[in-house]
């Protein structure tokens, strides 16, 4: 069956290093990825979309990868700040009218 | 900016009880969704809805699961009888655009309790 994996439960690192997080999914080759953001009791938050023709997106401290020989998406925040701090989801629509979450990624910032 | 709106924010029930989860989508957004998320696990999808009917839904929207557009701004989510596996957060999203492309907007969710 199709799997999405994120692979690091949590990730704690320190302020003003690089965060990279990744997304590994089986049996399934999506033609996007997107990446959420969720805090704490709340939604998720729409972050970056990647295609499977685009090796890289970004959008200011944050950069997607995407390598579909290694069936991998990786998530980077650069100069990373406490705020950053979250739960962080990978996603992928099956082609049809859903989209199928990652487990997540707990990243925390240490000022 | 628009957001989708979820009531109530918290609900309480005993089981057996019939709860409704109520979303206003965004306005213009033709792709509605419930998502839930148990307690320290994954958002799991329940079901999608387009143009008034399910477009696909997943082994947990069982029977006792039903969706609804009653009016132009209204997407809800009953639960006939509730269980006590049923608490979770219940998130609805929307979206402009079908599959791939489509970003998804989630409301703050409506977190069930049943006791």
């Known amino acids: 069956s199709q799997k999405i994996e994120q692979n690091s439960e949590a990730l704690n690192i320190q302020e003003g290093k690089t965060a990279t997080l990744t997304c590994n999914y089986t049996n399934y080759s999506p033609a996007y990825l997107q990446w959420y953001r969720q805090d704490p009791g709340r939604g998720p938050v729409f972050l970056l979309l990647?295609?499977?023709?685009?090796k890289e997106k970004r959008k200011e401290r944050l950069k997607v990868t995407f390598d579909t020989t290694l069936k991998q998406s990786l998530f980077h925040i650069t100069a990373s700040q406490p705020a950053d701090s979250a739960t962080y989801l990978c996603a992928y629509s099956s082609g049809t009218y859903k989209y199928i979450f990652g487990t997540g990624t707990r990243l925390k910032v240490l000022a | 900016e628009p957001e989708v709106t979820q009531t109530p924010s918290h609900q309480v029930t005993q089981m057996g009880q019939e709860v409704i989860l109520r979303c206003v989508p965004i306005s213009n957004h033709l792709y509605f969704y419930w998502y839930r998320q148990i307690l320290g696990q994954k958002v799991e999808f329940l079901v999608s809805f387009y143009n008034n009917e399910i477009s696909e839904k997943s082994e947990i929207f069982d029977d006792q699961f039903s969706v609804e557009r009653p009016d132009g701004s209204n997407f809800t989510l009953k639960i006939r009888s509730t269980k006590l596996e049923d608490s979770a957060m219940y998130f609805c999203?929307?979206?402009?655009?079908?599959?791939?492309?489509?970003?998804?907007?989630f409301g703050e969710g409506s977190r069930l309790t049943v006791l």
């Open positions: 990647i295609r499977e023709n685009e």
């Open positions: 999203a929307s979206s402009e655009s079908r599959q791939y492309t489509g970003e998804l907007f």
